[in-house]
């Protein structure tokens, strides 16, 4: 395997890590116990949603963008 493709893989791996922790902390919020704790809680967890937000989508773009490189590449060593 070559580097783009190792870096394509990376990127894929870092979506799944973060759309995992994403779907947990959604799960977290869905639950009526958190909103027994204090307010503070509830916006920390708020707070890493969003995080993990704007991370899954620069996550996303690189990986797209690792994609991308990868089959262009492939498309310039394919015989014509």
């Given at each position: ?58 996550a ?7 994609q ?13």
């Amino acid at each position: 395997r070559g580097p783009l493709s190792e870096a394509a893989s990376r990127a894929e791996k870092r979506v799944e890590k973060l759309s995992e922790e994403r779907r947990r902390a959604h799960t977290e919020l869905a639950d009526p116990a958190l909103y027994q704790k204090s307010g503070e809680a509830v916006v920390a967890v708020q707070k890493r949603v969003a995080e993990l937000d704007r991370a899954l989508g620069e996550a996303e773009a690189a990986w797209l963008a690792a994609q991308e490189a990868l089959e262009q590449a492939k498309g310039e060593t394919e015989p014509a």
